[in-house]
Nanobody
Framework: QVQLVESGGGLVQAGGSLRLSCAASGRTFSGYAMGWFRQAPGKEREFVAAITWSLATTYYADSVKDRFTISRDNAKNTVNLQMESLKPEDTAVYYC?????????????????WGQGTQVTVSS
């Protein structure tokens, strides 16, 4: 049974930092891209960042570029999202996701596995 479990969410003031982690289990994720999405209240879920398996190529949404950093530890099957200079508009439930292959897409329907999400709240 595949499981993606997020951790590290919480409440932070604007300008602060948080580090999210996602632990994957239940299968080998060799060849899988790992990503983060988020969903704010009343909005659709949106792509945040992703990283490929072998070359660790990273992709970011324009809204988080230069503030967020995604990384992965293939030996431990974990992916992290370091979030800096947080803004109130970053408030959302953040989801970890996995997708087979090296092509990263922002369409959430093409991602195969999902975690339950972790709440990030940024106060102004």
């Amino acid at each position: 049974q595949v499981q993606l479990v997020e951790s590290g969410g919480g409440l932070v003031q604007a300008g602060g930092s948080l580090r999210l982690s996602c632990a994957a289990s239940g299968r080998t994720f060799s060849g899988y891209a790992m990503g983060w999405f988020r969903q704010a209240p009343g909005k659709e879920r949106e792509f945040v960042a992703a990283i490929t398996w072998s070359l660790a190529t990273t992709y970011y949404a324009d809204s988080v570029k230069d503030r967020f950093t995604i990384s992965r530890d293939n030996a431990k099957n974990t992916v992290n999202l370091q979030m800096e200079s947080l803004k109130p508009e970053d408030t959302a439930v953040y989801y970890c996701a996995a997708k087979q292959g090296t092509i990263v897409v922002e369409n959430e329907r093409l991602w195969e596995y999902w975690g339950q999400g972790t709440q990030v709240t940024v106060s102004s």
